[in-house]
């Protein structure tokens, strides 16, 4: 990394959540470039260490160049998006700390999980914590954001975000509790939040992006058919997964690169793997109506209002 590079950041604040395979790919790569980066997530001991490579790697990073610049770094921060008083709670230590936020990733997600968890307010959890705990934190750091003087928020989709029926009343109330269309429903509003945050609140340049398939723990959880089935073609066609490293290309590209735009779908190449570039936003995405009703029942759900 030249120098310039590793100082691209200097200043800004990003917070990341989650510190799995592709989160602490974009919290690494952030504290490379300068920025000081909040890595968010449930688990202490494992947010923990996670800070800890980073440092290492940050240190690393100095000896190579030569300099005794500190980098600002990376710091833990609890938060646990299947709980609501958790994200608020988060959100105002967030407010008491810092006065601007400039990065937001929403990283954070769980995948198909074999039995149906519901949140103290009956929501789902694939769409309580790859959406709407996500919706509740940008919204409760929105004053933050609008500190900053180049606000980016980065929700991240999946390919698998094309549910077979659209009904928000599934995210509730769960309903013959599926955990693939749910995983596709909580994916496919990651992607309409991005492009609605971008419409309404112009002073944040909103994207959504994709990590193509990438070897990360996210596959390991479940014994249902759908993950078993992945598990088996995994192993037979091992190269049709990316590394972490690789998978978190997209998710930086549309926070960093100066050729993303606002309101844009980003994902690797070859759908599977590759370079960002951009990936193609489902109809149902494009369809301003449903995005408009998710974002009311986002509100009646959290109790919280966009600013
Ligand atoms: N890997 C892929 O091929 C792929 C494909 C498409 C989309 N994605 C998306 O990419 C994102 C990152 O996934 P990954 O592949 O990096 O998987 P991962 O390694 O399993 O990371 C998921 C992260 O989410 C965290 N998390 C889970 N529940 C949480 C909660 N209630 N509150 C806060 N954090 C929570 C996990 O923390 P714990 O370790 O403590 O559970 C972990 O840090 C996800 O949104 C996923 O849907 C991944």
Sequence with gaps: ????????????????????????EVALALALRGAAVVVAGRDESKGRAAVERIERELEGEDARQGLDRRFPGAAFEMLDLFDPSSTRDFAARVIASRDHVDMIFCVAGVMMPDELGLTSAGVERQFAVNYLGHYELVGRLMPLLRASDGARVVTVSSIANRPTRFDLADAVAARDYVPSISYALSKLCCLMYALELN??????????AHPGLARTNLFSGSKGFTMSLLRVIFFVFPFIRQSARAAARPVLYAALSPDAVGGAYYGPMFAFAGPPRRALTPLRARNERLRERMWTVSEELTGVKYE
Excluded: N, Q
């Excluded at 990394?1 to 602490?24: P, W």
């Excluded at 309404?200 to 909103?206: G, K, L, N």
């Design 1 to 24: 990394m030249s120098r310039s590079e590793s100082s691209f950041l200097d200043g800004k604040t990003a917070i990341v959540t989650g510190y799995g395979g592709v989160g602490y």
């Design 199 to 208: 419409r309404r609140f112009p002073f944040v340049r909103a994207c959504c």
